[in-house]
C-alpha cells in the first residue's frame, strides 16, 4: 500500500488511477513543446488520462560537449509554464543545483531529482524544502533499498510528497537492465513507484559522443511493470524520435501512444 497525494489533479498512489508522466526528453522549441503538449492532451482527454507533461530546460549530464542541452532556465520555465496555464496540468522538470529548485519550484508541480543526483544531500533536502512534490530518479548504480536514506533526506524537512522512479540499473559498460524486483522492493517503503520504460532502454554514451537506446522494448517493458504493479509510468515521447536532439533512440513515437495506452490500462485493470 502505498501513500495517496495529489498534484494538480493528479492523484499518486493506489487509491488512484494509473499516471502516465510524458513529453519530450528536453525543450526543442516553444512550437516543439506546445505541439507536443496539445496531442499529449488531447490523448489525455479522450482516454481519460491522468498526465503529468515533462520536459528539460537543460540536459546537464550529456555524453558531449557538443550535445544540445536546452534553452536553459528562463526561457524553458517560461515555455513549460505556458504548458501549465493553458492546459491546466502538473508540470514536471528536473533540477540540477540548489539554486535551480528554488527558481523552478515556483512555476513546475514536480521537481525530478536526477538519477545522478540522488546521494547529494544538501540537493536533496533543498528538493523537500521546496513544497513541491519529488520525483527521485533510482541511480544507475544504487539497489532499490538505497533509496530508503533518500526518502528519510526528503521526510526530514516535513514534505511526504515523493515518487520513487526505476530507470534501469547498470548492467555491464553502456547497457541497462530493468530489474521488476525493484518495482516491488520500493513500493513496500510505502510511497508510490514510477516506471520509467524509456530510460530503461538506453545506452549511456553508446554511441561515442551520445547515448543511445532501443526504444522498441520501451512498450514491452511499460506492459510489464504494470503488471506487476506501479502508480505510474514514465515515458518521453516526440513526433519523431530519429530527429530528438536529445534521447531520440529510446523514445516512443507520439502517434503510438494513444494506442500503447489502451494496452496498459487493459492490463492495470486485471493486475
Same mark, same amino acid.
Request: with cysteine; proline share 6%; hydrophobic share 40%.
Given at each position: 500500500?502505498?501513500?495517496? /497525494?495529489?498534484?494538480? *489533479?493528479?492523484?499518486f498512489?493506489?487509491?488512484?488511477?494509473? =499516471?502516465?508522466?510524458?513529453?519530450?526528453?528536453v525543450?526543442?522549441?516553444?512550437?516543439?513543446?506546445?505541439?507536443?503538449?496539445?496531442?499529449?492532451?488531447?490523448?489525455?482527454?479522450?482516454l481519460?488520462?491522468?498526465?503529468?507533461?515533462?520536459?528539460?530546460?537543460?540536459?546537464?549530464n550529456?555524453?558531449?560537449?557538443h550535445?544540445?542541452?536546452?534553452?536553459?532556465?528562463?526561457?524553458?520555465?517560461?515555455?513549460?509554464?505556458?504548458?501549465? &496555464?493553458?492546459?491546466?496540468?502538473?508540470?514536471?522538470?528536473?533540477?540540477?543545483?540548489?539554486? &535551480?529548485?528554488?527558481?523552478?519550484?515556483?512555476?513546475?508541480?514536480?521537481?525530478?531529482? #536526477? =538519477?545522478?543526483?540522488?546521494?547529494?544531500?544538501?540537493?536533496?533536502?533543498?528538493? *523537500?524544502?521546496?513544497?513541491?512534490?519529488?520525483?527521485?530518479?533510482?541511480?544507475? /548504480? $544504487? %539497489? +532499490?533499498?538505497?533509496?530508503?536514506?533518500?526518502?528519510k533526506?526528503?521526510?526530514?524537512?516535513?514534505?511526504?510528497?515523493?515518487?520513487?522512479?526505476?530507470?534501469?540499473?547498470?548492467?555491464?559498460?553502456?547497457?541497462?537492465?530493468?530489474?521488476?524486483?525493484?518495482?516491488?522492493? !520500493?513500493?513496500? !517503503?510505502?510511497?508510490?513507484?514510477?516506471?520509467?520504460?524509456?530510460?530503461?532502454?538506453?545506452?549511456?554514451? *553508446?554511441?561515442?559522443?551520445s547515448? *543511445?537506446?532501443?526504444?522498441?522494448?520501451?512498450?514491452?517493458?511499460?506492459?510489464? =511493470?504494470? %503488471?506487476?504493479?506501479?502508480?505510474?509510468?514514465?515515458? &518521453?515521447?516526440?513526433?519523431? +524520435? &530519429?530527429? $530528438?536532439?536529445?534521447?531520440? #533512440?529510446?523514445?516512443?513515437?507520439?502517434?503510438?501512444? #494513444? $494506442?500503447?495506452?489502451?494496452?496498459?490500462? %487493459?492490463?492495470?485493470?486485471?493486475?
Amino acid at each position: 500500500m502505498s501513500k495517496n /497525494f495529489t498534484v494538480n *489533479g493528479v492523484g499518486f498512489g493506489n487509491r488512484h488511477p494509473l =499516471a502516465l508522466i510524458a513529453g519530450p526528453c528536453v525543450i526543442e522549441s516553444r512550437k516543439n513543446i506546445m505541439d507536443i503538449a496539445a496531442r499529449l492532451v488531447r490523448m489525455a482527454n479522450h482516454l481519460d488520462v491522468p498526465l503529468v507533461f515533462k520536459a528539460s530546460y537543460d540536459k546537464a549530464n550529456r555524453t558531449s560537449i557538443h550535445s544540445y542541452r536546452g534553452p536553459g532556465i528562463s526561457k524553458g520555465l517560461e515555455i513549460l509554464a505556458e504548458v501549465r &496555464e493553458k492546459y491546466n496540468i502538473p508540470i514536471l522538470t528536473d533540477v540540477h543545483n540548489v539554486e &535551480e529548485i528554488h527558481i523552478a519550484s515556483q512555476v513546475v508541480d514536480i521537481i525530478q531529482l #536526477p =538519477a545522478f543526483l540522488v546521494r547529494q544531500t544538501d540537493f536533496v533536502i533543498a528538493a *523537500g524544502e521546496s513544497g513541491c512534490a519529488v520525483n527521485v530518479k533510482k541511480a544507475q /548504480f $544504487a %539497489a +532499490p533499498w538505497d533509496m530508503t536514506q533518500v526518502i528519510k533526506k526528503i521526510e526530514s524537512t516535513g514534505n511526504t510528497k515523493i515518487l520513487l522512479t526505476e530507470r534501469g540499473t547498470s548492467f555491464g559498460y553502456n547497457t541497462l537492465v530493468a530489474d521488476m524486483r525493484s518495482l516491488i522492493i !520500493m513500493r513496500e !517503503m510505502g510511497y508510490p513507484v514510477i516506471f520509467d520504460a524509456t530510460h530503461s532502454v538506453q545506452s549511456p554514451g *553508446g554511441q561515442g559522443d551520445s547515448s *543511445g537506446g532501443d526504444g522498441r522494448f520501451a512498450p514491452s517493458l511499460a506492459k510489464a =511493470a504494470t %503488471a506487476v504493479g506501479v502508480d505510474g509510468l514514465f515515458i &518521453e515521447t516526440h513526433p519523431n +524520435p &530519429e530527429e $530528438a536532439l536529445s534521447d531520440g #533512440p529510446n523514445m516512443v513515437p507520439l502517434r503510438q501512444m #494513444p $494506442a500503447l495506452w489502451k494496452k496498459i490500462v %487493459a492490463i492495470d485493470a486485471v493486475k
